[in-house]
């Protein structure tokens, strides 16, 4: 089984006393279930897993009384159980397809007979109305794919060599050369595996990528389905914008241009339709801000975005078609920067930071601009052997010094440091 860091999460809430129900948001495949299961078998004696749209019945143990008391004997009638006080984990999958559930969780938590874990795909979409959100009985968490450090623990890397990589990255000093190779070798297979979990176990047991290959494909299909499914008269334009991410990060500049969609496309036309995309996890927006001044959100210009997909796999399954090899042999060419920088989107996406690019008029374009304890880093994504051409980066140095605390460039490079830039290894996003 895959180690995951959502389960120190669940054994934090465990070890606090379960005392809220515990939410897990995030997009279909992240490893939600798996890591409830696994969890469930190490704290409790009695796990009982209810999905919602595999056992469709469980919705109408919700329809009548709320209390915990009814609830229980309508899902004991319906087979599930035992319901044994104390000793029992109750886990409410895919939520978002019984709204009355999420309402029940108000009651149930107050009368705490036994714990409650809840998972949602698409929490964030409102597919159907919730009544009563049961405020202050909930505490969320949102999951992602599997981070780079999650994917060296896949593949056997040792704690003792992440530690050398972590220290080298806070002191400021080049990794061991021979430990750098493996980590950029290790960091071109993450470009062209990912993050989701079911992909990552099929490389480590059959490092076969038709393998990989066919569950990339098959959760793509997943997504798109979901689209049919959720997005009621949207779905046509969601689909549009969803398909049009991967071509429209390729370009050079991979701002997100509406016009690109066809004639007469607008931002009034296709909010709401990114908007859900975004909502629903599979995609994370990067806001535009012309301004170096904390906070960024009162400086975005929200009518100019980068789209970045949720994983970066499921990105190279879609770009690169086939030459994935390419990718691993580290032959750079135009796809290789879009893949790279939503790598780093990515790992800043899954450490809580909302995204940011910094562009005035457009000139001067930074990747990424991130708040770092209450004072501004500036972060440059480079793929290719230039990395130290950075003109942007420079123009903001000698204008906006005093307001940028960090300069960062993440790029193929050992750790190299100067008067006023830091160069990282592209693989050390997973500590920033």
Same mark, same amino acid.
């Given at each position: 089984?895959?180690? $995951?860091?959502?389960?120190?999460?669940?054994?934090?809430?465990?070890?606090?006393?379960? %005392?809220?129900?515990?939410?897990?948001?995030?997009?279909?495949?992240?490893?939600? +279930? +798996?890591?409830?299961?696994?969890?469930?078998?190490?704290?409790? !004696?009695?796990?009982?897993?209810?999905?919602?749209?595999?056992?469709?019945?469980?919705?109408?143990?919700?329809?009548?009384?709320?209390?915990?008391?009814?609830?229980?004997?309508?899902?004991?009638?319906?087979?599930?159980?035992?319901?044994?006080?104390?000793?029992?984990?109750?886990?409410?999958?895919?939520?978002?397809?019984?709204?009355?559930?999420? %309402?029940?969780?108000?009651?149930?938590?107050?009368? &705490?007979?036994?714990?409650?874990?809840?998972?949602?795909?698409?929490?964030?979409?409102?597919?159907?109305?919730?009544?009563?959100?049961?405020?202050?009985?909930?505490?969320?968490?949102?999951?992602?794919?599997?981070?780079?450090?999650?994917?060296?623990?896949?593949?056997?890397?040792?704690?003792?060599?992440?530690?050398?990589? $972590?220290?080298?990255?806070?002191?400021?000093?080049?990794?061991?050369?021979?430990?750098?190779?493996?980590?950029?070798? =290790?960091?071109?297979?993450?470009?062209?595996?990912?993050?989701?979990?079911?992909?990552?176990?099929?490389?480590?047991?059959?490092?076969?990528?038709?393998?990989?290959?066919?569950?990339?494909?098959?959760?793509?299909?997943?997504?798109?389905?979901?689209? +049919?499914?959720?997005?009621?008269?949207?779905?046509?334009?969601?689909?549009?914008?969803?398909?049009?991410?991967?071509?429209?990060?390729?370009?050079?500049?991979?701002?997100?241009?509406?016009?690109?969609?066809?004639?007469?496309?607008?931002?009034?036309?296709?909010?709401?339709?990114?908007?859900?995309?975004?909502?629903?996890?599979? %995609?994370?927006?990067?806001?535009?801000?012309?301004?170096?001044?904390?906070?960024?959100?009162?400086?975005?210009?929200? !009518?100019?975005?980068?789209?970045?997909?949720?994983?970066?796999?499921?990105?190279?399954?879609? =770009?690169? !078609?086939?030459?994935?090899?390419?990718?691993?042999?580290?032959?750079?060419?135009?796809?290789?920067?879009?893949?790279?920088?939503?790598?780093?989107?990515?790992?800043?996406?899954?450490?809580?930071?909302? =995204?940011?690019?910094?562009?005035?008029?457009?000139? &001067?374009?930074?990747?990424?601009?991130?708040?770092?304890?209450?004072?501004?880093?500036?972060?440059?994504?480079?793929?290719?052997?230039?990395?130290?051409?950075?003109?942007?980066?420079?123009?903001?140095?000698?204008?906006?010094?005093?307001?940028?605390?960090?300069?960062?460039?993440?790029?193929?490079?050992?750790?190299?440091?100067?008067?006023?830039?830091?160069?990282?290894?592209?693989?050390?996003?997973?500590?920033?």
């Amino acid at each position: 089984m895959l180690k $995951r860091k959502i389960i120190n999460k669940l054994e934090e809430w465990y070890k606090n006393g379960a %005392t809220k129900a515990l939410l897990l948001n995030g997009t279909r495949q992240v490893g939600k +279930t +798996t890591s409830v299961r696994m969890f469930s078998e190490k704290h409790y !004696k009695n796990f009982i897993e209810i999905n919602f749209v595999k056992n469709p019945i469980a919705i109408e143990a919700f329809d009548g009384n709320l209390d915990t008391a009814t609830i229980v004997t309508n899902l004991s009638a319906m087979g599930f159980g035992p319901f044994v006080k104390g000793q029992t984990l109750v886990f409410f999958d895919e939520i978002q397809d019984c709204p009355n559930a999420r %309402t029940a969780i108000k009651f149930l938590v107050e009368e &705490h007979w036994f714990d409650y874990i809840e998972s949602g795909s698409l929490l964030g979409i409102n597919y159907k109305p919730v009544k009563s959100y049961p405020v202050g009985y909930e505490e969320e968490i949102r999951v992602y794919p599997m981070d780079f450090e999650e994917f060296l623990w896949a593949n056997n890397i040792d704690e003792s060599i992440i530690g050398i990589i $972590r220290q080298s990255f806070l002191e400021l000093q080049p990794v061991p050369e021979f430990v750098h190779k493996q980590m950029m070798m =290790l960091y071109r297979l993450y470009l062209v595996i990912g993050g989701m979990p079911e992909a990552v176990q099929k490389y480590v047991d059959s490092r076969d990528f038709n393998n990989v290959n066919a569950v990339q494909k098959s959760i793509l299909t997943t997504y798109r389905s979901d689209i +049919t499914n959720y997005a009621g008269q949207q779905q046509a334009m969601v689909k549009q914008v969803f398909d049009a991410v991967p071509s429209q990060l390729a370009k050079e500049n991979k701002r997100f241009i509406l016009a690109s969609l066809g004639k007469g496309a607008s931002l009034r036309k296709y909010e709401d339709p990114t908007q859900w995309l975004v909502d629903a996890g599979l %995609t994370y927006y990067s806001f535009n801000t012309s301004s170096l001044q904390l906070p960024f959100n009162a400086f975005e210009n929200r !009518k100019l975005y980068k789209l970045y997909m949720v994983d970066v796999g499921l990105l190279s399954q879609i =770009l690169l !078609k086939g030459i994935q090899i390419d990718v691993l042999n580290g032959n750079v060419n135009i796809n290789e920067g879009a893949i790279a920088e939503n790598f780093v989107a990515s790992a800043l996406a899954s450490k809580g930071y909302d =995204l940011h690019y910094y562009d005035r008029k457009s000139r &001067h374009e930074l990747d990424f601009i991130i708040e770092d304890n209450g004072k501004i880093s500036v972060i440059e994504v480079k793929s290719g052997k230039d990395f130290h051409r950075h003109a942007s980066l420079d123009y903001a140095l000698q204008n906006h010094e005093d307001k940028i605390h960090k300069a960062i460039v993440l790029c193929t490079s050992n750790v190299q440091y100067d008067d006023k830039v830091i160069y990282l290894p592209l693989y050390m996003s997973m500590f920033l």
